[in-house]
C-alpha cells in the first residue's frame, strides 16, 4: 500500500478536541470577569441612585406619611424618574425580566425616631432601597436607613 504523507482524519478530529479544551479553559475567566465587571457596574448605578434617595429624602424633597411607601424606577444614564404610574413594589416589576436596564427604588417612612426621647424634635426614619435585575437572574439590591 502507497501511504500518503499528511494526517489522517482520526488524527485532526483528535487535535480539534484538544485545542477546543485549552481554548475554553482559557477563555472561561474572562468570561467570569466581565459578568462581574457588569455587575459591578450596576450595583455602582444603584448606589449612587441611592445616594440621590435618600438626599432626597433628608432636604425633604420626598415626603411620605407614616408607615407609607412610594416607588421610583429610574433608567440609567438619565437623571429623570420614569414616567407614568409605577408599579405597587419592586419584586413585582423586576420579576418579570422584562425591564433589564431599570433600577427599581422605594422608600418607605417607618415613622418616629426619637431613641429614649434624646431628640427635641422627633424625626422620620426612612428605609431605602434600589433593587435591579442581575445579570446572573434574580433580584439585587442595595439598602439605606436615613432621618428626615
Known sequence: MNRSSGLTLVEVLVAVAVLAIVLVSITAPFIFNLQ????????????????????????????????????????????????????????????????PDQFCGTATNQGDYNPSSLLSTPMNSYYVAVCWSSRGGGEACVHATTLE
Open 36 to 99: 462581574s465587571a457588569s455587575n459591578a457596574s450596576l450595583q455602582t448605578q444603584a448606589s449612587q441612585i441611592l445616594s440621590t434617595l435618600t438626599a432626597q429624602i433628608e432636604q425633604q424633597q420626598i415626603l411620605l406619611a407614616p408607615s407609607s411607601s412610594q416607588v421610583f424606577l429610574y433608567t440609567p444614564h438619565t437623571t429623570v424618574l420614569s414616567s407614568g404610574s409605577p408599579p405597587s413594589s419592586c419584586s413585582s416589576y423586576l420579576s418579570g425580566g422584562d425591564h
